[in-house]
């Protein structure tokens, strides 16, 4: 249930028509201080209507309120303030948790709209990057999110695997390439080779008329371009699955920009026969002025597509498979004006799901300051750090806890949920400098400090053993407990609030708040001692346990019992 409500409700019911029950809804506020009241609301919006001063209002207010369902209601200055009754509010908000379990928070309000999930979309023949480990993890954390709103989200992986660099690629890999070096890294002989042609065609211009008429043998379905090309792809997406399958992310489809190279005409026509396609120097363009953009290039003069003319073919076929709720593409800042642009020319299109693309970009990403780039000699590999961190973790682990059995599975989860949160608890579009000693720390802001605060849980619940855990009468009135109910209960509205923002930082920081205000419990009450309240106190332990694991879940980042 929703209190904030309940108190709009008891509101207007005194205002008597004053003001609607929404606008007063959204008035209400959460004082910072709890001697404030659990809810207040501030009377001066009120002013203006019944032509009184605020103070006034307030104290006539109080009179009128039902004020049954409460503890107290006070006015203070131009405020009303409510005190939740802490014992029916308590009982209810536990004994939902611990009905609903993992299911505490969903809403159906998606309707199970299909809402396709542009993510991650590395370069194949490339490293994968540590802007697309933010697209993955933001990608998929948005996507648990709004499955638990009641949508149909469909993970997409958009491989950049198309372009004349396979061209260079396949000439490079004939000059200079050995088969055993790419089978046993095919990223980073794939990457020399693609680096070599780069130097050599400085000299030799012919190396770059080769590369495009192996490019051209490739989109003609040439046997032995397709076959190279294949087998690139392959072992690039094996590479890239060994990352995928230590972060714990799935992906729907693999339809890469290659899976569009036959369906990019239909797009083309579409524009032709609304008059959108115009000529510019030789090239066609899509005018976008109304829009205050530059024109968009779809084809160059000699014909050839271009990665716009891919998106187009995406966005179409998208639409028709999935007739989408939303269309969205979780990629970097830097392609923002790329987005609008395609954006616009879907609109002007038609197309119905243009009006609900949505571009969710997000900050750059460094290293202990270091930034990870192609060209560059020192790169650092994502891989490469997702091991120290395994590593690192499991040197602390060792150290804390050196009687855990399954150490190396505890080190997995929590060096890689440490990347994840150290990510995902940061507004999106923010840029990012990454400490990995930081993000490992078992205190603070970090994945590990709030997996430790569920294996707390989890491990006070062990020892109650079989102990009754019941929250029908929930008298806890320390403030302890009482912040603790309360920010469970701001769980289901946390939920919403990350959909509309596709801001999965909302919940990163929701299970941070949680986190501690339950080790402020903790630290303040004898759970287990044998008293009438036990099963109350365990009620709220097992309701915390719930929660801080489900909002792990919401980010990908797993809740070890033990650690
Ligand atoms: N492969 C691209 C890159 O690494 C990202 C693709 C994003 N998705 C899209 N539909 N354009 O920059």
Do not use: C
Not at 69 to 82: H, S
Not at 213 to 224: I, Y
Not at 358 to 386: A, C, M, Q, Y
Not at 462 to 487: L, Q, V
Request: aromatic residues 10%; charged residues 30%.
């Amino acid at each position: 249930m929703d209190y904030k409500q309940q108190v709009a409700a008891a509101l207007s019911d005194a205002v008597d028509g004053a003001l609607s029950t929404e606008d007063i809804y959204n008035k209400i506020e959460r004082p910072k201080d709890s001697k404030m009241g659990d809810y207040a609301f501030p009377a001066f919006v009120l002013a203006k209507v019944l032509k009184k001063a605020p103070q006034q209002i307030a104290t006539d207010l109080i009179e009128k309120i039902d004020q049954s369902k409460f503890e107290k209601i006070q006015a203070v200055g131009p405020y009303v303030n409510f005190f939740l009754d802490k014992a029916i509010f308590s009982s209810d908000v536990l004994s939902q948790v611990i009905k609903a379990g993992a299911s505490y928070g969903d809403n159906d309000s998606g309707e199970g709209g299909n809402v396709p999930i542009d993510l991650s979309s590395p370069n194949i023949a490339k490293p994968i990057s540590m802007g697309h480990l933010r697209s993955t993890v933001i990608g998929n954390s948005i996507s648990e999110i709004l499955k638990k709103n009641g949508y149909n989200p469909i993970k997409d992986n958009h491989l950049g695997d198309w372009g004349t660099q396979f061209g260079k690629l396949i000439v490079a890999y004939k000059k200079w390439g050995v088969e055993e070096d790419v089978k046993k890294d095919p990223i980073t002989n794939l990457v020399k080779y693609y680096v070599r042609f780069h130097k050599e065609d400085v000299d030799q211009p012919e190396l770059d008329d080769e590369a495009r008429e192996w490019f051209k043998k490739l989109e003609d379905g040439d046997k032995e371009a397709t076959r190279l090309w294949t087998w690139f792809r392959e072992e690039s997406l094996k590479s890239f699955n060994a990352i995928y399958e230590k972060l714990g992310v799935e992906f729907d489809t693999f339809n890469g920009e290659a899976f569009y190279n036959d369906k990019m005409q239909e797009g083309i026509d579409w524009l032709k026969k609304m008059g959108l396609l115009k000529e510019s120097q030789g090239a066609q363009v899509v005018d976008l002025e109304k829009y205050n953009l530059n024109p968009a290039l779809i084809l160059k003069s000699d014909g050839a597509s271009l990665y716009i003319t891919r998106d187009i073919a995406t966005a179409i076929y998208r639409d028709k498979t999935y007739k989408p709720a939303m269309n969205l593409y979780v990629v970097g800042s830097e392609q923002t004006y790329y987005f609008q642009q395609l954006k616009a020319v879907l609109l002007e299109m038609g197309l119905p799901s243009a009006k609900e693309l949505h571009h969710i970009p997000f900050g750059l990403i460094t290293v202990n300051g270091k930034k990870l780039s192609t060209r560059s000699g020192r790169i650092i590999l994502l891989d490469e750090v997702l091991d120290d961190s395994i590593n690192m973790a499991k040197k602390q682990i060792s150290e804390k806890n050196p009687d855990l059995p399954n150490k190396d599975e505890v080190a997995k989860q929590v060096g890689v949920g440490a990347i994840i949160f150290g990510d995902l608890k940061n507004e999106r579009t923010n840029s990012i400098d990454f400490n990995l000693e930081d993000q490992l720390r078992f205190e603070g802001e970090t994945g590990p400090y709030v997996q430790y605060s569920h294996a707390r849980a989890e491990s006070i619940l062990r020892k109650a053993g079989d102990t009754e855990i019941n929250a029908d009468n929930t008298i806890m009135t320390d403030p302890e407990a009482w912040d603790t109910i309360k920010t469970l209960a701001d769980f289901p509205a946390t939920v919403i609030e990350a959909k509309e923002e596709f801001e999965p930082s909302d919940i990163a920081k929701y299970a941070i708040r949680l986190a501690k205000t339950f080790n402020k419990y903790y630290a303040h009450s004898k759970i287990l001692e044998e008293d009438d309240e036990k099963s109350a106190r365990l009620a709220l332990v097992k309701s915390v346990s719930v929660v801080l694991k489900e909002s792990l879940r919401l980010l990908g980042v797993q809740a070890p019992d033990q650690m």
